[in-house]
């Protein structure tokens, strides 16, 4: 079937505008997280969900990054008053339930540019 | 926070050479996985080890987990050009299916 899919691949704004990312993970994947990966450097969590429920956001790094999945599929995150420092790829993983942790499927990414 | 630390940062190796990444965690460990990410590309799940001492292999790829559960190492024997990439160990806490990832060992082959 078809895997995680994420929009748009690549993002231009300018400094201060909002942005949304969307991310349609695997058809049935209970679990949902956002990674953000700064270039040479690996992922770097930021928020998970469980359903719609967001189990855990300790990685957003500030109150400008909002993240939600109303129905439980479908998930966007949002970048409020852009900065420079924001510049990266935000990678979109999902995974099934299962008694131990599960493998994570990631989509292809969206290359976020703030100029 | 959990810290997970690789190493070597990068290697290059000719093509036909072995080549080995060790992660290690400054905390006990529930699990690791090991994630394959190309140049341009998005990680790629390779294995999850489990158990104490555990050792994995998949064709020329050779997976171990430490006694301990803090440490954990790849081991790839004949590298090919197709084994480009930077490698990650993952890793989570006890009943949290958050993953840190380790810092990655980027590995290039010379033909």
């Known amino acids: 079937g078809a895997g995680v899919s994420q929009s748009p691949r690549y993002k231009v704004a300018k400094r201060g505008q909002d942005v949304a990312l969307r991310c349609d993970p695997i058809?049935?994947?209970?679990?949902l997280f956002w990674y953000q990966q700064a270039l040479g450097q690996g992922p770097e969590f930021l928020t998970y969900?469980?359903?719609?429920?967001?189990?855990?956001k300790s990685g957003l790094p500030s109150d400008r990054f909002f993240a939600e999945r109303p129905e439980g599929s479908v998930s966007t995150l949002k970048i409020q008053r852009t900065q420079q420092e924001d510049s990266a790829v935000y990678l979109c993983?999902?995974?099934?339930?299962?008694?131990?942790?599960?493998?994570?499927?990631f989509g292809d990414g969206t290359r976020l540019s703030i100029l | 926070g959990q810290q997970v630390m690789q190493i070597p940062q990068y290697q290059h190796v000719q093509e036909g050479e072995d080549f080995t990444t060790y992660c290690n965690s400054s905390?006990?460990?529930?699990?690791i996985q090991w994630y394959k990410q190309r140049p341009g590309g998005h990680p790629v799940f390779l294995i999850q080890?489990?158990?104490?001492?555990e050792v994995k292999k998949q064709k020329r790829l050779t997976f171990q987990f430490g006694e301990a559960k803090k440490n954990s190492s790849l081991h790839i024997t004949a590298t090919q050009t197709t084994d480009v990439g930077t490698y990650f160990c993952?890793?989570?806490?006890?009943?949290?299916?958050?993953?840190?990832f380790g810092t990655g060992t980027r590995l290039t082959i010379i033909p």
């Open positions: 993983a999902s995974s099934s339930e299962g008694l131990r942790t599960q493998p994570q499927h």
């Open positions: 058809s049935g994947h209970v679990s």
């Open positions: 969900f469980q359903n719609e429920a967001q189990l855990d």
């Open positions: 905390t006990t460990l529930s699990n």
């Open positions: 080890l489990v158990k104490s001492g």
């Open positions: 993952a890793v989570s806490n006890f009943g949290n299916e958050k993953l840190t």
